[in-house]
T-cell receptor, first 113, second 113 residues
């Protein structure tokens, strides 16, 4: 089973639409959760962290369901500039005793005029 | 602050050639990482360095070596490049290797012919 699974999309939505992405993770011990955004041929950049109680940042809302091991991202009032790939990210404990991040393959969003 | 910088931006190698990818960060982060990103595979961790003086293997370490030169710099070496190592390589850093958010460099596009 893959560590982090996402629907690759693409999700095609018109400007102003609301769109939601989900992802599931396999390691119940994961403690840190993030959504990253990656534009075409660019590096990933942190969009937002995901907290247990859910959190909002402007038009973006993230939710975490630990019991079902899934994370969601809701984007309201989509803008053309939201077109990108959204990466679901969770931490993974390593044998070394440290923790690294595991990235999903991403969900592509295309917002059209 | 420049954040995370990588050199070179692009490189073409012939099979069997060697090269070193350079990465530096100016955020005084303790932990640094090397990833590769291939179409359909997402980001995969090659090596990481949780702190100066330590390095550990990630998911796909074969064919690579790393050096944590000092707190700022973390290099990735391909001793004998193979076509399977054609990829986009990203360096990242984080304050600590406990699942903290990571900051990425702009990437190196490597083609091995």
């Amino acid at each position: 089973r893959k560590e982090v699974e996402q629907d690759p999309g693409p999700f095609n939505v018109p400007e102003g639409a609301t769109v939601a992405f989900n992802c599931t993770y396999s390691n119940s011990a994961s403690q840190s959760f993030f959504w990253y955004r990656q534009d075409c041929r660019k590096e990933p950049k942190l969009l937002m962290s995901v907290y247990s109680s859910g959190n909002e940042d402007g038009r973006f809302t993230a939710q975490l369901n630990r019991a079902s091991q899934y994370i969601s991202l809701l984007i309201r009032d989509s803008k053309l500039s939201d077109s990108a790939t959204y990466l679901c990210v969770v931490n993974l404990a390593q044998d070394s005793g440290y923790s690294t991040l595991t990235f999903g393959k991403g969900t592509m969003l295309l917002v059209s005029p | 602050n420049a954040g995370v910088t990588q050199t070179p931006k692009f490189q073409v190698l012939k099979t069997g050639q060697s090269m070193t990818l350079q990465c530096a960060q100016d955020m005084n982060h303790n932990s640094m990482y090397w990833y590769r990103q291939d179409p359909g595979m997402g980001l995969r961790l090659i090596y990481y360095s949780a702190s100066e003086g330590t390095t550990d293997k990630g998911e796909v370490p074969n064919g690579y070596n790393v050096s944590r030169l000092n707190k700022r710099e973390f290099s990735l070496r391909l001793e004998s490049a193979a076509p399977s190592q054609t990829s986009v390589y990203f360096c990242a850093s984080s304050e600590l290797s406990v699942g903290n958010e990571q900051y990425f460099g702009p990437g190196t596009r490597l083609t091995v012919t």
